[in-house]
């Protein structure tokens, strides 16, 4: 069975480059990834269990050109009323490097 919830639009930051945390000011200054975030439960074929997944979707465009890779073994880490922070791995070209998002409304 597969649990779904969907929070949308929002503006999501990657916090990290190949498991490396990127300067704050790098971070702010990037272009935001717009999208309705999804987190979900679902297997993992590579890890042989179930994990929580958090990938990023264009609902304007169908297949969504290039997203961003998805957040593996989410976690909530911090929530305040205008932004949350969301922690675990990303798989990029078969390595897997820890991951943080910050997640904020657009307005």
């Known amino acids: ?24 000011r790098e971070v702010v200054n990037r272009p935001a990834l ?38 593996l073994d989410v976690r909530l880490i911090g929530m305040s009323p205008s932004a949350f922070s969301l922690s675990g791995f990303e798989r990029v070209e078969g390595v897997e490097y820890a991951q943080s998002w910050l997640v904020q409304d657009p307005a």
């Open 34 to 71: 717009a999208g309705d975030l999804r987190v979900e439960q679902c297997y993992d074929e590579d890890l042989r269990r179930h994990v929580r997944m958090a990938r990023l979707l264009d609902p304007a465009t169908p297949g969504y050109a290039r997203p961003p890779p998805k957040l």
């Open 1 to 24: 069975m597969t649990s779904n919830a969907c929070l949308k639009p929002r503006w999501t930051l990657p916090v990290r480059y190949r498991g490396r945390v990127l300067p704050w």
